[in-house]
């Protein structure tokens, strides 16, 4: 009886289901922290001790204390949701811009640095985004905006919910 992880994107948190048949296999069940909530597969991790883990050069977030990673994280969500998505201030996105790349420290490209500074003087996001490009990651243009909003998101490490259910009682037929 196979335990499958999924991840919802909405709410951050990873649950477990247990299949007590293999007809739930492709199957993706409801998100039990709210019905519209999309669900994502996942591989399910497993334990590594000591130094056997690998960092990665492209991960800019590696290396760097998660205690630390945690804190920040959690500030700049509370400070993000005060921010007007549609008419973002710009010193204070530069403010919260300015705090991860602290915490990156030297893995910060020059052209972050500088949109950086640029926004903590009231430059136009917009006007970066077409001096810069759009900086998205090639899927469509979330903007200055949304980027730091997806780093932000993708730096947290998700929330494990530690309930076991069961597949058949979140699947819809």
Same mark, same amino acid.
């Given at each position: 009886?196979?335990?499958?992880?999924?991840? =919802?994107? +909405?709410?951050?948190?990873?649950? +477990?289901?247990?299949?007590?048949?293999?007809?739930?296999?492709?199957?993706?069940?409801? =998100?039990?922290?709210?019905?519209?909530?999309?669900?994502?597969?996942?591989?399910?991790?497993?334990?590594?001790?000591?130094?056997?883990?690998?960092?990665?050069?492209?991960?800019?977030?590696?290396?760097?204390?998660?205690?630390?990673?945690?804190?920040?994280?959690?500030?700049?969500?509370?400070?993000?949701?005060?921010?007007?998505?549609?008419?973002?201030?710009?010193? +204070?996105?530069? /403010?919260?811009?300015?705090?991860?790349?602290?915490?990156?420290?030297?893995?910060?490209?020059? *052209?972050?640095?500088?949109?950086?500074?640029?926004?903590?003087?009231?430059?136009?996001?917009?006007?970066? *985004?077409?001096?810069?490009?759009?900086?998205?990651?090639?899927?469509?243009?979330?903007?200055?905006?949304? +980027?730091?909003?997806?780093?932000? /998101?993708?730096?947290?490490?998700?929330?494990?919910?530690?309930?076991?259910?069961?597949?058949?009682?979140?699947?819809?037929?």
């Amino acid at each position: 009886m196979p335990i499958y992880e999924f991840y =919802c994107p +909405q709410n951050n948190k990873l649950y +477990q289901f247990l299949a007590r048949s293999l007809a739930y296999r492709d199957a993706v069940p409801v =998100c039990p922290d709210g019905p519209d909530f999309a669900m994502e597969r996942r591989v399910s991790s497993f334990a590594v001790i000591g130094k056997a883990k690998e960092e990665s050069d492209n991960d800019p977030f590696a290396g760097i204390d998660e205690s630390k990673m945690d804190s920040l994280m959690a500030d700049m969500e509370s400070g993000m949701s005060s921010l007007d998505s549609d008419n973002p201030d710009p010193r +204070q996105l530069g /403010h919260f811009m300015r705090k991860m790349t602290d915490l990156m420290g030297d893995k910060v490209p020059p *052209e972050m640095r500088e949109i950086v500074r640029r926004l903590e003087a009231g430059e136009d996001p917009e006007k970066l *985004e077409s001096d810069f490009g759009d900086l998205d990651d090639g899927t469509g243009g979330d903007g200055l905006f949304g +980027q730091v909003k997806k780093i932000m /998101h993708g730096a947290r490490r998700p929330v494990r919910d530690p309930k076991l259910y069961e597949m058949k009682d979140w699947v819809k037929e």
